[in-house]
DNA sequence: GCCAGACTAGACTGTCCAGTATGATGACGT
DNA sequence: ACGTCATCATACTGGACAGTCTAGTCTGGC
């Protein structure tokens, strides 16, 4: 993202970092018209001037941020992820969902992803992005999950629309729900483990032979 | 929305109907904030006084706008739906998605609900409002056909909670995909009838007894 | 003919804001 | 001691834009 380039680049990453922060914050909040590069730079305790020494422009702040948010959530979601061993199939998959559901409900996460959304006429690259990173990364890793699974005799059709399936059984109701009602709107634990395991048994019934 | 009140209202309807039509192309396309009321007016052919003595102030405008939007949105939906009478369940279920789900899958749509979204920090109400004349909505309407449904045997479950799982089954993929892939990744007819048959495999295998 | 009310063009006010310019401070290496 | 480089505070420029104001036009009813 910042410019391959000349320069040696020693700038002191503290004050980096908190323009990074703030402009988080800033941006989630009130937007990409509704922010403010003053704002930014007072709320990172730095001034002006040196944000626009380290990012260039708002436009390439904001698209540094955001993309820089896509990565770090699409890890998140995909790290450190329990392997399936010969374990209980259903377990596992509860187990899975609700991690995923969890990492995706958060506020913070929502809260980008309706920035995005509400930013695609504008920037319909941080989108795809996105889209890339979240769900369709997460139906990638449920496709290779699925396939030894469906060689096993364990499930029936093409692991990748199963893929797909799966992940928006588990996702669609409490995300749409988020995306509209609030970051209020998000199930506590019981409802989201009652979602789960709904949604698995759905699953289940419809691609176990 | 308009006051409630004094005035005995013979307002041009035309002009009216006009700069109702200019403010939703403006608005859907640059969003809230990125929208001028200089544009509105000339696009409408209309002077920006014009603008300001029917509405009074571009927020009444926007919420306008997007209320009655939502409204006519809804109301296309639960319009003219073709009752199940004793003729096949899956056969009707299919029809019923493939309706519904083409329209939510319009480009007009598609940008009114991405605009909302994006607003939801400034303007929840609408978005609640949306998703009470949307999803919310059609799960009612689901769940009222789903009652009988499962009285006579054809199902088994909570008709509400079947009427969700059913309504995200169908629109959850596309819907998804189209929020941050732009219009263009909306499923041809094709497609959208597969999509839906499986949507409706996947529901009966879960809830047919 | 005249009044009232809707409308018009366009100027104007006040504010906000991205981005730049200026001139100074302090740290660090040579 | 000196240059360099990051940083600072603050002022400024230029443009955008919500909302108001002015002064005048057009139309239909009486």
């Known amino acids: 993202m910042a410019e391959a380039g000349a320069r040696p680049w020693a700038r002191s990453d503290e004050k980096h970092q908190a323009i ?4 988080r914050e800033v941006f ?6 509704g922010t403010n590069m003053d704002l930014i730079a007072s ?8 944000v626009y020494t380290h990012f260039g422009s708002k436009e390439a702040l904001f698209v540094e941020i ?3 948010m896509t990565g770090a959530a699409g890890d998140r979601v995909h790290h450190d992820r329990p392997e399936l061993g010969d374990g209980d199939l259903e377990a596992y998959l509860r187990a899975f969902a609700e991690r995923q559901l969890r990492i995706v409900t958060e ?6 992803r309706r920035l995005v959304i509400g930013e695609v006429g504008r920037f319909p690259e941080l989108a795809k992005v996105l ?4 769900p ?3 139906i990638d890793e449920l496709t290779a999950m699925f396939e030894p699974l469906r060689e096993r005799g364990l499930l029936a059709g093409d692991p990748a629309a199963m893929a797909e399936w799966f992940n928006w059984l588990v996702m669609a109701a409490p995300l749409n729900r988020a995306m509209m009602l609030g970051d209020a709107a998000v199930p506590a634990d ?3 483990r009652r979602h789960v395991a709904e949604a698995v048994r759905i699953f289940l019934a419809a691609f176990a032979p």
Request: aromatic content about 6%; glycine content about 10%; cysteine-free.
């Open 20 to 23: 990074v922060r703030a402009a």
């Open 28 to 33: 989630l909040d009130k937007g990409y018209l």
């Open 43 to 50: 709320r990172s305790g730095v001034s002006k001037q040196t």
């Open 66 to 68: 955001v993309g820089s």
């Open 107 to 112: 506020p913070e996460l929502l809260r980008l």
């Open 131 to 134: 889209y890339e990173r979240g």
């Open 136 to 138: 369709q990364r997460a």
């Open 190 to 192: 019981d409802d989201l």
